[in-house]
């Protein structure tokens, strides 16, 4: 029996590539891949696929693209590794996950796999998992046939640079946050100081020994083992929030004493993006893009590195190994189908933040909090549902339980109020509410030490048509859509003013009567 169906109503995909930075002079390559993944969703959609079918096979397009953090050259670990999760969620609102799962080359399938499997009953009247994580995921990933690869087979070259560029920082920042404990700006004699018992471990070498910085991310085990000829400061893994948290970890040579500071150039284009036509996105925001002028200078190794500020929303974009400007995009890969049988679906994918400890898991894998779907209620007579998926900062997003929030803002078009009631509004007010309200204004976020960052894709299905609301208040937010109507696919670069502004537009495709 054949697996596609065809329907009377009109199929949609929706996709984002994460909300961050993203520099202006390289933005086609990324409103591209999410053109090229809607493509592929869309040949699927108007062949009876499903709208499962729609968002694996759009996520999986994503993962295999380079510039996204998710799939092949994701974010690394502290190690050096990749660590990815995703999450699948149907029109009936049961979902398959997975978290911090390694070696898998697209996560978004194992997802999908775990969804299936978990609609099956097993022996013994066993609950079937809809959550793997970590080896045990890996490992039934291989039971089912999908393709495992060695640990570097996930890890790009730019993502390697990135991973040697964020070790120095992370030396650099261990190295100021001592002598600011210390009293003293002398951070050079730190590296020669004797063995203290209140620091970290240390090991003595010989002053005249010397070795090269690594030059690509290498196994745990490898990064606790150190020559008789290397000295070396034992530092708490910490996470690296992309939000603006700086970390500490082990650097790996002696530097020398040259330094250098980050050049910064403020760079501001107020172009907006304009209305192309009738139901196309709406964005008319600005966007300026300043460099913090108070870079810090650090102590290099054997290459000379510009040092970078700790990023953070509204910041601007660091340098690469190289000095040349680099996006700044470490936030989850989304996609919403409907098909024609008026079926939704939502799916997330990432690697995480940079030099996140082992194990980290982030929303991207969490349903309700990085997936969300409201079904439709059998006794609804407008057959409404809505879709969201979430980018941005995951320890936030999960505090505030982002997705499922916002999709239920969006369903009942209410915002909350002062004391605490509702009042029904439109859904791009709701949407805005949304994040000055429950997201920025959430007390966890508020006394969190990092700021919070966030960008929200919904879709929202009638018997009237298919209604997308996506908002933000990261400096940049890729989006890309296309219906079956459509003979390609529109895609947009949302720029906010900066410093925490929001950021709206959406789309709206009408269904057809008959």
Known sequence: MNRFKKGRHVSAIFVHAGA????????????????GAAKVAMSVLRNGGSAVDAVEVA?????????????YGSNTTIEGTVECDATVVDHLGRSGAVGAVAQVKNPISLARTILDASKEPLTLHRVPPNFLVGPGATDYAYEQGLVVLPHDGLVSSPARQRWVQWQQELKEADIRQRARSQGTNDVDNLYYRRPVKSYYAQFEVSPSSTQSASSAPVESSSMDRSSPGMTTVQSAHRDVQDSGCSSVSEPHTP???NRSKAKSDNLVDETPFKRQASGAFTNTIYHPNPLRPNMNPGVLMDIDVPSASSGGRGDGPKPDLFGVTEDHISDTVGAIAVDSLGNIAAGSSSGGIGMKHRGRIGPAALNGIGTCVIPIDPNDPDKTCVATVTSGTG????????????????????RKRADGSFEEVTEDEAMAAMISTDFMGHPGVRASHCEGSVGIMTVKKTVDGVYLYFAHNTDSFVLANMSSEDKKPSSVMSRSAGHGTIAQGGKAFRSKKY
């Open 395 to 414: 320890e936030h997003i999960a505090t505030t339980l982002a997705a499922e929030t916002c999709a239920s803002r969006i369903y009942y078009s209410h």
């Open 255 to 257: 530097p020398h004493s």
């Open 20 to 35: 961050g930075y993203h520099r202006r002079d390289f933005e086609k390559p990324h409103m591209k891949v999410c053109e």
């Open 59 to 71: 996520i999986m397009y994503l993962e295999d693209a380079e510039i996204t953090n998710a799939g």
